[in-house]
């Protein structure tokens, strides 16, 4: 008689929410309303969809729509993070049916939409102030308060151990996805409101349909049950050194890499990106951040493990940081970064081994001569696989990859030539080169 495996010794999994299955192959556009047009309002968005969707975006994350506090604001137009009415939409974005026309046509596009939702403070003339003052944190002095040890002077922080809050805050988040069909949201320095909150608001939308939350932050736990992804600050600061101070390779691969594939869940979905607002505000643009290197770690960050983020103007190629309190509208124009998106994207929505969380393929290390100056990794799923190389250094190397494991015919992704791949791989690459190939076995879809 075969023998009963003890259930206490069986694997269980860490994350306990279902991803929508249209998260599988998606990818992301942080989207400014203010400064995406000289308008700067809901239907100047619209517009632009067709172009959003020809380069590849699945899901548009918009920044806060609500109406922005006047009460110590900052700046002419103030901060979209001091919400001062959580139900409200901002007259200077356009009117309730606009936002439903443009909700509307994301959907007809076959595209989803987000909102950013700022849940651990309001503005300082928020209803909220004078009709519940006790959901407020209070300073020794009994006095509203920013965020603790944050110079956020324009807005004054929640208080969740009060239970009537957090029902409020619930009702309001399920609002917007009951009214005007929204698909889920992208949630402010989520890790300063109790996991517990989110947890429970998780469940609470998912009873009204399947929705998608990205949390600005990078802890694990969000992941178990509250949120499908989180943030990569910490890929973005190590490729932030790479291509400004030299560091070595090695600091990514066995700092970052070696404990995202070891502890992180594969069914948790990491969000990279090279640029984002809180970046592009107040740390420099994507050039000034990468010089020479943006490309290479563009097409690393687009092709490891994770949901890629595009923040409005990249794509055109953005080269200042956007004012934030003022109107600074993005100047469109052709540029070779939309090309670049578009093919990677592409390849991202067919090849299966590039797909997020679960639905994708991990990373294993393909190794190479020059490790503290080139990666190199393969990605592979259900038949499909892409071989990443890339010089992430300023010196032109000759290095030897090891791909006996995965010789073959492949497809050069920004040639469309046919290479072979023998077991040893000799490569001279110029400062942040790169070779992509790739094997797409599986229909487009």
């Known amino acids: 008689m075969e023998e009963q495996t003890d259930k206490r010794y069986e694997p269980k999994a860490y994350v306990q929410i279902t991803t929508p299955e249209w998260v599988k192959n998606a990818t992301l556009y942080e989207l400014n309303v203010r400064q995406f047009s000289e308008e700067g309002n809901f239907k100047a968005v619209e517009k632009q969809l067709p172009r959003l969707k020809k380069m590849?975006?699945?899901?548009?994350?918009?920044?806060?729509?609500?109406?922005?506090?006047?009460?110590?604001?900052?700046?002419?137009?103030?901060?979209?993070?001091?919400?001062?009415d959580y139900l409200g939409i901002n007259a200077e974005f356009g009117t309730e049916e606009d936002f439903r026309s443009l909700v509307t046509a994301i959907h007809d596009f076959g595209m989803y939409v987000i909102l950013d939702w700022v849940a651990n403070h309001t503005s300082w003339d928020n209803a909220m102030v004078n009709d519940h003052p006790d959901w407020y944190m209070k300073s020794r002095k009994g006095t509203f308060q920013s965020t603790r040890w944050r110079d956020y002077d324009d807005i004054i922080e929640l208080d969740y151990r009060n239970a009537e809050l957090r029902k409020y805050m619930t009702d309001a988040m399920k609002f917007w996805i009951e009214?005007?069909?929204?698909?889920?949201?992208?949630?402010?320095?989520?890790?300063?409101?109790?996991?517990?909150?989110?947890?429970?608001?998780?469940?609470?939308?998912?009873?009204?349909?399947?929705?998608?939350?990205?949390a600005e932050a990078e802890?694990?736990?969000?992941h178990r049950k509250a949120f499908d992804s989180t943030y990569n600050w910490t890929l973005w600061n190590i490729l932030?050194?790479?291509?400004?101070?030299?560091?070595?390779?090695?600091?990514?691969?066995?700092?970052?890499?070696?404990?995202?594939?070891?502890?992180?869940?594969?069914?948790?979905?990491?969000?990279?990106?090279?640029?984002?607002?809180?970046?592009?505000?107040?740390?420099?643009?994507?050039?000034?951040?990468?010089?020479?290197?943006?490309?290479?770690?563009?097409?690393?960050?687009?092709?490891?493990?994770?949901?890629?983020?595009?923040?409005?103007?990249?794509?055109?190629?953005?080269?200042?940081?956007?004012?934030?309190?003022?109107?600074?509208?993005?100047?469109?124009?052709?540029?070779?970064?939309?090309?670049l998106y578009t093919t990677l994207f592409e390849l991202k929505h067919n090849n299966q081994a590039l797909w997020n969380g679960s639905y994708g393929g991990e990373m294993v290390r393909l190794m190479n001569d020059k490790m503290d100056q080139a990666i190199s990794f393969v990605r592979e799923k259900n038949g499909d696989k892409v071989l990443t190389f890339i010089n992430l250094s300023k010196e032109s190397i000759l290095v030897q990859f090891d791909t006996s494991y995965d010789t073959g015919i492949y497809m050069n992704l920004f040639t469309d030539q046919l290479q072979t791949v023998s077991e040893t791989l000799i490569l001279t690459l110029q400062p942040w080169e790169y070779l992509v190939l790739h094997q797409t076995t599986s229909k487009p879809e």
């Open 240 to 339: 932030h050194l790479i291509a400004t101070n030299n560091l070595s390779v090695k600091t990514l691969t066995e700092a970052y890499i070696a404990e995202h594939v070891s502890i992180f869940p594969k069914a948790g979905i990491r969000m990279n990106f090279i640029d984002n607002h809180d970046k592009n505000s107040w740390e420099g643009n994507q050039y000034s951040n990468f010089g020479e290197a943006l490309k290479a770690v563009t097409i690393f960050t687009f092709l490891m493990d994770g949901i890629p983020l595009v923040y409005s103007g990249q794509e055109v190629g953005l080269d200042r940081s956007l004012e934030f309190f003022e109107k600074d509208p993005i100047e469109w124009k052709s540029h070779e970064n939309e090309a």
């Open 219 to 222: 802890d694990k736990e969000l």
């Open 179 to 214: 009214k005007y069909d929204i698909d889920g949201y992208r949630c402010d320095i989520a890790s300063f409101v109790p996991i517990d909150f989110w947890e429970n608001v998780r469940a609470e939308l998912d009873v009204i349909k399947p929705i998608f939350m990205l």
């Open 56 to 84: 590849g975006i699945d899901i548009i994350w918009l920044m806060p729509i609500q109406p922005i506090g006047e009460l110590h604001r900052k700046g002419t137009l103030g901060s979209y993070y001091s919400v001062k």
